[in-house]
């Protein structure tokens, strides 16, 4: 590295990302930054890789010996097949974000488990014997369930659109974690849900930008429940789900720490270095600047 700027040579680490779409994708700005922060001779590329690819491509990158990949939607799931053996949590979740060298291929990672939970302690929130209602079945929803169960909430009332798909999703994460604690229901019936407060995680794209003025659940009543809500949405920073969380007097925060997290997660067993929380935080500002700075 001169003058700050990395400098390509015969040494320099590549790691990369798969997906379709990628273009818009921050991991760059995630992972130049910690190579930068960390002193690592190490560059980070989005590659644009189509369903059918998706072999071609995990073979293609130990061929060139990428150091490592981060998996992207559509390809989380397609993606196992290919690879020499699956960390446990990935292969209960069925889906894999990361691509670590073992032997003559890749073992499979799910940082974004581990990423939203680190997201989560960073804002003073432990799982451990919490009562969670999580919003979503699918996706970023279902890490979140396994995320809940294995790291001993006491309870989570899973709530989604179709109660055909909360009912599997729960079945498998109860049988998963060895104890009946996810509760599936309809969104339309938040109404069965106990008294009290919880941590909500909001996990449906209802709110993504560009449509900001919806939330997946409208009456304030449901608001008044919530003592900490998360929308896994990081666009808009502040989505009409994390309004109404405030205006009920609850705290509220979105998803851009889970996606700074996984990407630490990601790195750190790539270059087996730990990221400090003043390298994570200055990666963190410069992801908002990357993101916000128009809004």
């Given at each position: 590295m001169v003058d700050g700027k990395t400098m390509i040579d015969g040494k320099t680490m590549v790691c990369g990302l798969i997906g379709d779409p990628v273009e818009h994708t921050l991991s760059p700005v995630i992972h130049n930054t910690l190579a930068r922060e960390t002193g690592k001779n190490l560059v980070y590329v989005p590659f644009h890789v189509k369903g059918e690819q998706v072999g071609d491509a995990v073979r293609g990158a130990h061929a060139l010996s990428i150091r490592g990949l981060n998996v992207t939607v559509p390809h989380k799931t397609a993606v196992i097949p290919y690879l020499n053996s699956v960390e446990r949590e990935a292969a209960l979740?069925?889906?894999?974000?990361?691509?670590?060298?073992?032997?003559?291929?890749?073992?499979?990672?799910?940082?974004?488990?581990?990423?939203?939970?680190?997201?989560?302690?960073?804002?003073?929130?432990?799982?451990?014997?919490?009562?969670?209602?999580?919003?979503?079945?699918?996706?970023?929803?279902?890490?979140a369930a396994f995320l809940c169960a294995m790291r001993g909430a006491q309870e989570v009332w899973l709530l989604n659109r179709t109660l055909s798909r909360a009912q599997e999703l729960a079945e498998e994460v109860n049988r998963a974690a060895g104890r009946a604690c996810v509760k599936p229901l309809t969104l339309s019936d938040w109404k069965q849900i106990p008294?009290?407060?919880?941590?909500?995680?909001?996990?449906?794209?209802?709110?993504?930008?560009?449509?900001?003025?919806?939330?997946?659940?409208?009456?304030e009543g449901f608001y008044r429940l919530i003592h900490t809500g998360y929308d896994l949405i990081y666009r808009p920073a502040r989505t009409k789900f994390m309004r109404l969380v405030e205006e009920a007097g609850g705290r509220a925060f979105n998803g851009l720490k889970m996606l700074l997290y996984q990407g630490v997660e990601a790195y750190e067993l790539w270059t087996r270095t730990t990221v400090t929380k003043e390298q994570a935080a200055l990666c963190y500002e410069r992801m908002k600047k990357e993101l916000f700075e128009d809004e």
């Open positions: 979740i069925g889906a894999v974000n990361t691509l670590v060298p073992e032997g003559e291929g890749y073992r499979g990672y799910n940082t974004d488990l581990s990423g939203l939970g680190r997201a989560l302690e960073s804002d003073d929130v432990r799982l451990g014997g919490e009562r969670v209602i999580l919003l979503g079945a699918g996706g970023v929803a279902r890490t008294e009290g407060r919880y941590l909500v995680l909001q996990g449906t794209m209802v709110g993504l930008a560009p449509d900001t003025e919806r939330a997946p659940i409208e009456d």
